[in-house]
């Protein structure tokens, strides 16, 4: 009804503007021999009325334009879905069903007229309540604003609860992460070895639907390296630890620490060790060796010479057994000045750490077989 209203309005308006152009003298008379010939108009009246006439059509384009694409207010959250190679009739359907857009028809007319026909990305959008202009929701469409998936990875998971993680919250096929963890092409072109295990950031990452599995593991990698500044590299390399001996000292520390704030004081009993030339003996080295662990660690399993066992074999195991955070990473390549060589769990969230083994062995009837 406001369209009919409006456009009673405009033609009422080019009808007065008719009549008082009709009330301009012309330039000549008929004479008394031609009593019926046609009044000639003037090329004056002809002008006018050919430039009101144009702009009351002016005038009704933008009314109509006004009108079809006026803005359009959802009262709760709308969700749409575009799927990749989707139509361009079927989107504006879709916004005209949701009450986005007042008419399919217009929505088009406008991306056409922008060029933007192509330009709509797929993926998930969510409106919330409010007032869309068509021009707005279309621009969020090109722009790609979809509704991102959330993913968060706390510190210490292995690379296999890494994508188990990311496949469940909706970031793509767990078989094709496991397959890319150990990926020839891709560990070479990222210059990795053998694995990406130690290699993935813990963080909260926030990736569009459809994100490809590599991509999604590209990106943890480029954080990690991100963290892995210069700095913190020349400090590493100060205590032997090229980049994969780093993270694999990290990864342990992660492994082994109740809080950030032992993390310096587990790296410098693990740097004393290794400069001393023993074993680090470092239990969750040989839960990951093991593969399967149901939560007991029993003097067998300390005797299974994987080649991730710390107690059978010298130095650090192979590479990370867990991706770890930036405190660990920070604790590895700084560790603490101190002259420990052991730590027992105090069953209190933290360690007991000792000097020599006189006391070690003091700590664990304490603190172990509370004696």
Same mark, same amino acid.
């Given at each position: 009804?406001e369209?009919?209203?409006?456009?009673n309005r405009i033609?009422?308006a080019c009808?007065?503007?008719?009549?008082?152009?009709?009330k301009?003298?012309?330039?000549? @008379?008929p004479s008394?021999?031609?009593p019926n010939? &046609?009044r000639?108009v003037?090329?004056?009246a002809l002008?006018r009325?050919?430039?009101?006439?144009g702009?009351?059509?002016l005038?009704?384009?933008?009314a109509?334009g006004?009108y079809?694409?006026?803005?359009?207010r959802?009262?709760?959250?709308?969700?749409l879905t575009? /799927?990749?190679?989707?139509s361009?009739s079927?989107v504006?359907?879709?916004?005209e069903?949701?009450?986005l857009?007042?008419?399919?028809?217009?929505?088009r007319? $406008?991306?056409r007229?922008r060029g933007?026909?192509?330009?709509i990305? /797929?993926?998930?959008?969510r409106?919330?309540?409010?007032? %869309?202009?068509p021009g707005?929701?279309l621009q969020?469409?090109?722009?790609g604003r979809?509704?991102?998936i959330q993913?968060?990875? &706390?510190?210490?998971?292995?690379?296999?609860?890494?994508?188990?993680?990311?496949?469940a919250?909706?970031?793509?096929?767990?078989?094709?992460?496991q397959?890319?963890?150990?990926d020839?092409?891709?560990?070479a072109q990222?210059n990795?070895? @053998?694995?990406l295990?130690?290699y993935?950031f813990?963080?909260? #990452?926030r990736?569009?639907p459809g994100?490809s599995e590599?991509?999604?593991?590209k990106?943890m990698?480029t954080?990690?390296r991100?963290h $892995?500044?210069?700095a913190?590299?020349?400090a590493a390399?100060q205590n032997?630890l090229?980049?994969?001996?780093?993270?694999?000292?990290a990864?342990i520390?992660q492994k082994?620490a109740?809080?950030t704030e032992?993390? &310096?004081?587990?790296?410098?009993v693990?740097?004393n060790?290794?400069k001393r030339?023993?074993?680090?003996?470092?239990?969750p080295?040989?839960i990951?060796?093991l593969?399967?662990?149901d939560?007991?660690l @029993?003097?067998?399993?300390?005797r299974?010479? @994987?080649? %991730?066992?710390t107690?059978?074999?010298?130095?650090l &195991?192979p590479?990370?057994?867990?991706n770890?955070g930036l405190?660990?990473?920070?604790?590895?390549a700084?560790p603490?000045?101190?002259?420990?060589?052991?730590f027992?769990?105090?069953g209190e969230?933290?360690?007991?750490f000792?000097r020599t083994?006189?006391e070690?062995?003091?700590?664990v009837?304490? #603190?172990?077989?509370h004696r």
């Open positions: 009804m369209l009919f209203t409006a456009i033609l009422s009808s007065r503007a008719q009549k008082t152009v009709s301009g003298k012309p330039v000549t @008379t008394a021999s031609q010939a &046609p000639p003037s090329k004056r002008v009325t050919l430039l009101v006439g702009v009351l059509l005038l009704l384009v933008v109509l006004a079809v694409l006026r803005p359009c959802i009262d709760g959250e709308k969700v575009v /799927a990749a190679g989707q361009l079927r504006a359907h879709q916004l069903e949701k009450g857009v007042a008419y399919s028809w217009s929505f007319a $406008l991306t007229w933007q026909g192509r330009k990305q /797929a993926g998930t959008y409106f919330v309540a409010g007032e %869309y202009r707005q929701v969020i469409l090109v722009d979809v509704e991102l993913c968060t990875l &706390p510190e210490g998971l292995t690379a296999m609860e890494v994508v188990q993680r990311c496949s919250a909706g970031l793509g096929q767990l078989t094709r992460y397959a890319l963890l150990t020839d092409d891709l560990l990222l990795i070895a @053998t694995s295990e130690g993935l813990p963080e909260t #990452y990736f569009a994100v590599a991509s999604v593991l990106t990698i954080q990690m991100a $892995l500044d210069p913190l590299l020349a390399r032997g090229n980049e994969r001996q780093l993270l694999t000292l990864s520390v082994e109740g809080n032992e993390m &310096p004081l587990i790296a410098a693990f740097h060790r290794l030339g023993m074993r680090l003996q470092a239990d080295t040989v990951y060796g593969g399967s662990f939560g007991n @029993t003097r067998e399993h300390l299974t010479p @994987t080649p %991730y066992n107690y059978v074999h010298g130095g &195991p590479g990370p057994i867990a770890p405190a660990a990473l920070r604790a590895a700084w603490a000045d101190e002259k420990y060589l052991y027992v769990a105090t969230g933290g360690h007991y000792s083994l006189q070690h062995n003091r700590a009837q304490r #603190y172990q077989l």
